[in-house]
Every structure is written in structure tokens, then in C-alpha cells.
């Protein structure tokens, strides 16, 4: 069916309404004076709002539907974070506004089922690429990029010494479409890492601080054979390299990949092991540098 003859069936079924719709330039002096009657929302997450006032100021926001919703008493249903980061980037972006919704059934909000990787993959019309849709279903692809892109923000926040609990702060925040996008403009480099993760048959051997090492030194410019050379190594066992060795060892000992502290300690010695691997050295002792060696993701 055409979009045409789809859009005349909805005005034909169209109903009176208290509520309206518009789609609105919002300006912060305009976001500011939405929020004046906010009290009655969630608590603010400021590194939700950090994380989408820096898409605004870097110009990469969308108008992608999703709307801010106002009750029918001008309190704030849905979009407080969006309306705080439009202030605090000093930008104005378009938005739906809708209002006018009651308030018991504003309510009703995200109680459906959330949105997978996978779903917003297959309305974007991506998957096909690489081995049907794995590539957007595969957890370590997708984990190992959303640690990646977590860590850049975390940096272009907090500077260079990045502490564990500022990855915490951006990386339960990314919005799907962002993790989509970066796999997709690294293509290349997540193709690589889908490829040699299927190959660890141990499940201590995908970590996503593990696949997420390797995609920083592919995307930095390490020589893919040799790469290539040291993933079939790592997820093989078979080697001589005392350093993979230890590395395979411990990260198949932990239990748990929930503590983000550990997650990114394995993610700085398995930078140290892939520095190393390239340089010809083999050290049995492997102690984490107190910098990245590949940082270009």
C-alpha cells in the first residue's frame, strides 16, 4: 500500500480531540518554560543529560517521532531529559509535542516491550549485512560497541584518566540507533570482530571488554594479519605466547561480567597483551598501563 492511500485511511478515521500535536522548533528559553511546571517526573539523570546535549551540540540529534509529552495539567509525561539537555547545549532541535494527555493515562508509558538492537536494526532496513542478521543480534558485536562508545564519551567528559564508574555513567544511556550507527560506519572492524568471537567457544572468552580491546586496535590501525594471527591464538589456546596464555586463564576463571571495574581492568591488560603481541614482546607478568595504546575508535 502507498504512503498516499495508508495516510487517507487515517484521516478517515480520524476523532475529535482534546488533544493536540505539533511538530516544534524548541529553543532552551522555550524548554525552560516547559519545565517550569515539571513536578511530577523521575529523577533527572544528569549523564542522560549530558549524553544527549552533547548529540545536540555536535548536530547529530534526529528528529526521529518520538515526542515530549505534556498532561493536560502542563506537567511533564515524557521528555524532561531531552528538555534539559536542549538548555544545557544552548541549541534549539526540533521535536514532536503532544498535549493535552490525562494524567492517569499518561501512565501507560514505556510499558511495552523495549526496543532491541536487533529491532531498530531490522526498521532501519540493515540487517542482510554480514551472514543474514547476525551481525546486529551478535551480543559480543554489540556490547563490545557500546562499550567503545561509552568510553569515548566518558573521555570527552571526564578527560583521559576515565575512571570505571564514568563508563557507568554513559553506558546504560546509549540510545540503540547510536550503537547501530557505530557499527555500521566500522563495519569493517565489527565484521572482524564477529567473525573471530564466533570462534571462542568459552564463554569467559567474550567478554565485551575483550572484543571491545581488539575493535580499539583494529580501528587504530593494527596490522590485521597480525591481529588476525593474535585472535586465533587467544581463542584457540593454541600458543606459546605465555602472556595470551594468562590472559585466557584468567578471564575464564571470573564468574561474574557484571562488576565494571573488573570489565575494565581486562580491557586495559588486554590493550597492554595486544601492544605487546605487536611489538614482539612476551612478558609472563602482565600489569595494565595507566593509558590506552589504541584510542582511534
Known amino acids: 500500500m502507498k504512503m ?4 487517507a485511511h ?6 475529535e480531540s482534546k488533544i493536540g500535536f505539533a511538530i516544534v522548533n524548541i529553543t532552551p528559553e522555550l524548554a525552560k518554560i516547559m519545565l517550569e511546571n515539571n513536578t511530577s517526573n523521575r529523577r533527572v539523570r544528569t549523564a542522560l543529560v549530558n549524553k544527549l546535549s552533547n548529540y545536540m551540540t555536535e548536530g547529530t540529534w534526529k528528529l526521529n517521532g518520538e515526542p515530549i509529552v505534556i498532561r493536560e495539567d502542563g506537567t511533564i509525561a515524557n521528555g524532561q531529559h531531552r528538555l534539559l539537555a536542549i538548555i544545557k547545549s544552548g541549541v534549539s532541535v526540533k521535536c514532536v509535542v503532544i498535549w493535552g494527555i490525562s494524567t492517569e493515562d499518561s501512565y501507560t508509558y514505556d510499558s511495552g516491550a523495549a526496543r532491541r538492537v536487533a529491532d531498530s536494526a531490522k526498521i532501519m532496513q540493515l540487517t542482510g549485512y554480514l551472514d543474514s542478521d547476525k551481525m546486529y543480534t551478535n551480543p559480543v558485536v554489540i556490547d563490545s560497541a557500546r562499550l567503545l562508545i561509552a568510553l569515548r564519551s566518558a573521555k570527552k567528559t571526564y578527560g583521559e584518566n576515565v575512571e570505571p564508574w564514568h563508563i557507568d555513567n554513559f553506558i546504560r544511556f546509549i540510545p540503540i540507533e547510536t550503537i547501530i550507527s557505530y557499527i555500521t560506519d566500522n563495519k569493517d572492524a565489527f565484521g572482524f570482530i564477529y567473525e573471530w568471537s564466533s570462534k571462542a567457544r568459552m564463554s569467559g572468552l567474550r567478554k565485551r571488554c575483550i572484543w ?9 590501525n593494527y596490522d590485521i594479519q597480525l591481529l588476525s594471527e593474535f585472535c586465533k591464538q587467544f581463542t584457540s589456546g593454541a600458543s606459546v605466547n605465555k602472556e595470551i596464555i594468562y590472559m585466557r586463564d584468567y578471564v575464564t576463571s571470573i564468574k561474574s ?4 571495574r573488573l ?3 581486562i580491557y586495559m591488560k588486554m590493550q597492554k597483551i595486544l601492544n605487546d603481541f605487536e611489538n614482539g614482546k612476551s612478558i609472563t607478568r602482565i600489569r595494565a598501563n595507566g593509558k590506552e595504546s589504541y584510542t582511534n575508535y
Open 212 to 220: 571491545a580491546a581488539i575493535a580499539a586496535a583494529y580501528l587504530s
Open 257 to 260: 561480567s557484571s562488576n565494571t
Open 10 to 15: 487515517i484521516e478517515n478515521n480520524r476523532v
Open 263 to 265: 570489565n575494565f581492568d
Open 4 to 7: 498516499y492511500e495508508i495516510i
